[in-house]
Nanobody, 113 residues
Framework: QVQLVESGGGLVQPGGSLRLSCAASGLLFRLNSMGWYRQAPGKERELVAGVTRGGSTNYADFVKGRFAISRDNAKNTVYLQMNSLKPEDTAVYYC???????RGQGTQVTVSS
């Protein structure tokens, strides 16, 4: 059974930083691309970032230069370092395995003063 457990969300002021983690189990983590997406109330789901099994990364234009995705295959964990956060980054953030269609339960990120 595949499980993805996100953590690290919370309330942060504009300009602040957060680091999200997603611990995966039940799959051959190192063989799978991983991704983060987000969804704000009343808005469409948005892809935020992805990392291939080889470590190549891609980002949505609205987070380029501010967010960084990384993975630690020894820990079966994918990370999302978020810097220079803006109020419009407020959303529930989910990690997922794009090729398998699994996602975690999500973690809330709120950027507000």
């Amino acid at each position: 059974q595949v499980q993805l457990v996100e953590s690290g969300g919370g309330l942060v002021q504009p300009g602040g930083s957060l680091r999200l983690s997603c611990a995966a189990s039940g799959l051959l983590f190192r063989l799978n691309s991983m991704g983060w997406y987000r969804q704000a109330p009343g808005k469409e789901r948005e892809l935020v970032a992805g990392v291939t099994r080889g470590g190549s990364t891609n980002y949505a234009d609205f987070v380029k230069g501010r967010f960084a995705i990384s993975r630690d295959n020894a820990k079966n964990t994918v990370y999302l370092q978020m810097n220079s956060l803006k109020p419009e980054d407020t959303a529930v953030y989910y990690c997922n395995v794009p090729s398998l269609g699994y996602r975690g339960q999500g973690t809330q990120v709120t950027v507000s003063s």
